[in-house]
């Protein structure tokens, strides 16, 4: 065979192949119901301005496991697949079903969550006064829809805590790794296939993406460099 002939047989070959790969429509699929209200086993989403307000952009599943922060309240909630609340990790301010399982924790306000396949919880929690906290919510519950706003909003750094599964911490997470300086802002918390934590927060009005192992600190990449 001539190299010309190889060539085209290759490209001949390698155009079939795309062609005969099939493409597989991906359908949206309910996983829970949930359901809304202002007790402790209901998810509590008031309606603010024709908008749901206290819901999560997105929720970590583990198994049969739902993990929903609850920013008003300073809790996570965990619901099983039925729809029925497991546990609560925090201190709830209202009566508490001898059914439910509470892991006290005091958090002054939380933000991100993420859960490791062996039941490690991240927890994003800030270091404000219960005034601030409260007043920074009161502000974002009281906007319109489609109201844009250019002033900065004061942001309080923040730790991660490391709750294992009996609810004990293991570690408390800063920038620098396990009992370092605090996070001046954190946009989102990952957990890797490899149970690394990933956490894309903000230093020096530089966008960064760190990653842990164990609360320790093993590397950190710039946005600029993605």
Known sequence: MSYK???LAFFFTLFYQCGSLK???LKAERIVTLPLGDSLQFIDAPLVNKSYANLPLQIPVLINRLYIPDYKNSLVKVFNRSGALQYVIGTPDRGVDKKVKVLYHKFSSIGSIAITNDENLYVQTLLSSKEVKQQVKQELFRK???EFQISQIDIAPSYI???NKKGDIESIIGFEGAN???FRYIENLYVSQQQRLFVYHRYAARMLLSYYEKGVLKGTI???EL
């Open 5 to 7: 002939s190889f060539i």
């Open 23 to 25: 493409m597989e429509e």
């Open 144 to 146: 319109k829809s489609g």
């Open 161 to 163: 805590l490391q709750i």
């Open 180 to 182: 370092t300086r605090p």
């Open 222 to 224: 710039n946005e600029a």
